[in-house]
């Protein structure tokens, strides 16, 4: 018997001629053998196609997953950031409640009003890229306030190494008590018509309004000077420091008079090179022109300041 050719037959027991009949196998038998297998094939397939996708996830699902994880992390990051900025906030207002009161003998930084702006600003959002660039924002923001109040802080913390009879000269108070109508910097001259270096700030002043000494010191110089300041008091402080006065309508005060700080030394006016009646206020760090507006940090809150810094970065001409 040859088992390489060897075929199994089936019978099957016919009841009419009570016999066994052989099996006949002709193409309809293997059409419906191959339909049953083709169709047991695609059902396990589709079967386990089912659980892959139920169970799995597919590559944009593992992309958005990997993505919502980054900005969670950064996000996390974010509020990792806010917390120390929120602590160096918390240390400067302490400084500042010591050294405004020991030192400067003036009321110390409001806490209330320092922090108010930044404890506002939860870092709560969207777990989008929108929302990111708005926490994003709101760190930038919160960098600014801390900034200022460290730049606040080092003025004080250089001032606390003087005597206090040395703090009382510097010009660290407002001249007058106004609004300023243009800042120091790149400024277009009205009269000359051409953008020249503002030296000083320029405060807004009706005619006869008394000007004060910003600090206790000297009066070097009083009188009309014809660099276009008019009648000008100039005022020689400690450390290096002088102040300016200009353009005003009447000195008080005479070359070698020991001023203290608040005393009126003139009126402001309209003299000289003038666009109008304003007082123009400058000082010298040994011999160095700076902005005034930094030694004003102790004598305003951070609003006031902040104010007053916008309009005079703001302002494009001068009054002289």
Known sequence: MNLLNYKREIYHYNPVTCSYEKEVRDWKYYLKRAAFYLS??????????????????SNREAMLHHKINQLETAIDQYNEKYTELEDAVAALDAKDAD????????????????VQQITDSTLSGDITKEGINAIA?????????????????????????????ELRSIPAVRPIQSEIICGFGQKNHP??????????????????????????????????KKDGLGNVVIIQHRAGYTSVYAHLSKTNVYPGKSVKRGDVIG?????????????????????????PLDLFLPDMNPKEYQEMKAIAEKSIESFD
Do not use: C
Not at 99 to 114: A, C, G, M, P, S
Not at 137 to 165: F, W, Y
């Open 137 to 165: 924002e709101k760190i930038d923001a919160i960098h600014a306030q801390v900034k200022q109040l460290s730049d606040k802080n080092a003025l004080i913390l250089e001032l606390t190494k003087m005597k206090k009879e």
């Open 191 to 224: 009269i000359h018509k051409t953008q020249m270096l503002h030296h000083g700030i320029d405060f807004k002043a009706a005619t006869g309004t008394p000007v004060q000494a910003a600090g206790d010191g000297i009066v070097r110089e009083a009188g009309t």
């Open 40 to 57: 047991a094939g695609v059902g396990v397939a589709v079967f386990w196609i089912v659980l892959y996708y139920l169970f799995t996830d």
């Open 99 to 114: 050294l405004y009161k020991f030192i400067l003998n003036t009321d110390r930084l409001d806490k209330e009003e320092v």
């Open 267 to 291: 009126l402001s006016g309209n003299t000289g090179l003038s666009k109008g009646p304003h007082l123009h206020f400058e000082v010298l760090k040994n011999n160095v022109y700076i902005d």
